[in-house]
């Protein structure tokens, strides 16, 4: 199992003011999202447990990504992956910042 943590920067705190969300399942051969508003509003880190090692690069490169299209200011992103693809995860990751954004 490896497990990688990434920290970002961001412009500004997402918008909404649900407190946590959860998108995917990681049973499924896919990943699980867990999105928490814990942290500042000019932060952001993604923590990421996977069985599949050697993808760092990807791992990195896909949450950067994420970081900057959606900046998910306040956030802690824990991911659980089941070996899911790249655009898999982006997708699941945009999900969770989409449910985040509502109102509680």
Do not use: Y
């Not at 943590?5 to 969300?21: I, N, S």
């Not at 959606?70 to 824990?78: D, E, F, H, V, W």
């Amino acid at each position: 199992m490896e497990t990688m943590t990434f920290r970002h920067a961001t412009q500004k705190p997402l918008a909404g003011t649900r407190a946590q969300a959860i998108t995917g399942v990681v049973a499924s051969g896919n990943l699980e999202v867990l999105l928490e508003r814990v942290l500042p509003g000019d932060a952001c880190t993604i923590e990421i447990a996977t069985p599949i090692e050697g993808f760092g690069d990807v791992w990195e490169a896909v949450a950067a990504d994420f970081v900057a299209r959606a900046q998910p200011g306040g956030l802690r992103i824990s991911i659980n992956d089941g070996g899911a693809r790249p655009d898999t995860v982006s997708l699941r990751l945009l999900q969770g910042a989409r449910l985040m954004e509502a109102d509680a």
